[in-house]
């Protein structure tokens, strides 16, 4: 009878909870032990800044799993406050220290590890102040509640304006403090474009909410926050969310192969540089789905699926991880933006002619109560028109937007199958056009070439003739592009004779829908070189076109 194969799992949470259960799946011999240095083996943490806001009302809530229910459910024998402390090759064993500071030795056939990822903390005067904090974990979020119940500050500073950086600024405002938004990069959430990174700063800023982008913190006193260019910010309550350094520390001093990116190398089937031992997770470099680059995307989707994939393979199965594209979705009080793919800065990194379209469209049927503005930005092939990333911001239906554009980036569709993608409709949900419907429509005549167009994001013009088609009223609440002539779309065929043949026309309306209708009327009226500027004027105001104008849709 053959031993029970012994698998040994470090960290718990997302990846290595998803590889303890599907290994058990895969073999009900093995004998599977999960150590954890915390005291919660599986928790929620994408969920903490949302108890911290008080819209999770329960703290047990997040407790995904406890050992107790980790044997009753899956005999998987699961140790907290156990911490590894070195991990022997040779011998393959783990040291680990107990509860109770002894030590002992582990043997395993197949290790898998599953450390995640610490805050990065700056080494900056001020930064161990007891009112500055970093969120990992559930123990943080108690020091952080804990704080706000009993200190009640009413101004708090976010450094940093990732991911959790926003949730976290959300979530201090949803308890009524002031909050500010700092960040190194000229815009929130550097993952954007810049035009969509800047609008999004503008749908969230309030009285009470602002951002302070282009920002290098010099030190944290006892009244708030300094800078290098001044001036000071007042602070009641710091929240640094600067990045995550892969915890590899056991890995390097066993000898394994450190990536370029800082997590542990693994292939396919997660292994490590030694076929016994898996990475997942925050800690572990895989590649990017689209470009194959090596990539460490520390979040809890591919998290879960590498710890299924290294539970499989670790139990004797055979699984291989695709790689990840980073899809992801943030809500920045009533705005929300989902990302998928590429940026226009990775697809360039990563060797692509592509263009951009960017698309102003509404959340269902217009006539139907309660409709909200979508935006949404893709990146595709110069040439194919396969999509290589999108962007997607607005009130509401950003998600599925977002999971649309991802399943079709996922399968290598073009903008041209967006055109004709059956999508659900009925007024509540959407429209008989859904937005990515439309999205595929104007990139697809740009990849066309139906009609000539200008990139807002890369042109600067040069003795072109600017023909603003907006009705005169928009012109004089928005503003318009220097040296516009305005000529609305309803009057440009009478007045076409006011318009120069030898000189290249670029139209522009509000949005772009009636500056590329604009445009195909000239081109069949014989103007021969006409082109249509992407987006519009709010797309060329947000790319530093213009000046003035606030939003409109």
């Not at 005999?75 to 509860?99: C, N, P, Q, W, Y």
């Not at 020091?143 to 976290?168: N, Q, S, T, W, Y």
């Not at 699984?319 to 705005?335: C, E, F, H, K, Q």
Request: aromatic share 6%.
């Amino acid at each position: 009878m053959r031993k029970p194969r012994r698998i040994l799992i470090v960290g718990g949470v997302a990846g290595g909870a998803s590889a303890a259960v599907r290994a058990r799946r895969v073999d009900e011999t093995a004998e599977i032990h999960v150590f954890e240095r915390g005291p919660y083996i599986s928790f929620a943490n994408c969920g903490l800044p949302y108890f911290i806001a008080g819209e999770i009302r329960e703290r047990g809530d997040l407790v995904v799993m406890t050992p107790e229910r980790f044997w009753s459910r899956s005999r998987i024998h699961a140790h907290v406050r156990h911490e590894v402390l070195s991990i022997d090759r040779v011998a393959k064993t783990l040291r680990v220290r107990g509860a109770g500071g002894v030590e002992r030795d582990e043997a395993y056939d197949r290790l898998i590890l599953s450390q995640g990822a610490t805050p990065v903390v700056p080494a900056i005067p001020g930064v161990d102040r007891p009112n500055v904090f970093t969120l990992r974990d559930i123990p943080d979020m108690d020091r952080i509640v804990r704080f706000l119940d009993e200190e009640k500050p009413r101004c708090a500073v976010v450094i940093g304006g990732g991911f959790i950086g926003l949730e976290m600024a959300e979530a201090f405002h949803h308890r009524g403090i002031h909050v500010t938004v700092v960040e190194r990069n000229p815009h929130m959430l550097p993952l954007l474009d810049g035009d969509m990174g800047l609008l999004l700063e503008e749908r969230s800023r309030r009285a009470d909410f602002s951002f302070r982008g282009n920002a290098t913190v010099t030190a944290f006193t006892e009244a708030g926050v300094d800078f290098a260019d001044g001036p000071h910010l007042a602070a009641d309550l710091v929240l640094l969310s600067v990045g995550a350094k892969a915890e590899v520390g056991l890995a390097r001093e066993a000898g394994l192969e450190i990536g370029v990116t800082g997590g542990v190398k693994t292939n396919g089937r997660m292994e490590s540089s030694d076929p016994h031992i898996y990475a997942v997770g925050d800690a572990a470099e895989t590649i990017h789905a689209l470009t194959g680059a090596r990539a460490r995307i520390a979040l809890a989707g591919p998290a879960n699926r590498q710890g299924r994939v290294a539970g499989t393979n670790a139990a004797g199965g055979k699984l291989i991880y695709p790689g990840a594209m980073g899809t992801s979705i943030v809500r920045v009080l009533d705005t929300t933006v989902g990302f998928a793919g590429l940026n226009s800065r990775q697809a360039a990194a990563a060797g692509f002619s592509f263009f951009t379209s960017m698309t102003r469209d509404f959340s269902h049927a217009h006539y139907y109560p309660g409709a909200t503005p979508v935006v949404t930005k893709v990146i595709a092939e110069e040439g194919t028109g396969r999509l290589l990333g999108a962007q997607v911001l607005g009130e509401g239906g950003v998600d599925k937007r977002t999971d649309v554009l991802a399943t079709a980036i996922a399968g290598k569709m073009s903008v041209f199958d967006l055109e004709t993608l059956d999508l659900a409709y009925s007024p509540p949900f959407g429209s008989a056009n859904d937005p990515v419907n439309t999205a595929g429509f104007v990139a697809g005549h740009i990849a066309r070439g139906d009609v000539a167009s200008v990139a807002p994001e890369t042109w600067r013009g040069g003795g072109e003739l600017l023909l603003d088609v907006r009705e005169s009223e928009e012109v004089r609440e928005y503003g318009s592009l220097p040296g516009a002539v305005n000529i609305p779309l309803g009057e440009l065929r009478a007045r076409v004779g006011e318009l120069p043949h030898g000189r290249r026309l670029v139209t522009f309306c509000q949005k772009g829908q009636r500056g590329y209708l604009a445009a195909c009327a000239l081109h069949g009226l014989g103007f021969e070189d006409v082109a249509n500027l992407r987006g519009g004027f709010l797309q060329a105001r947000l790319n530093g076109l213009c000046s003035g104008g606030v939003e409109a849709v």
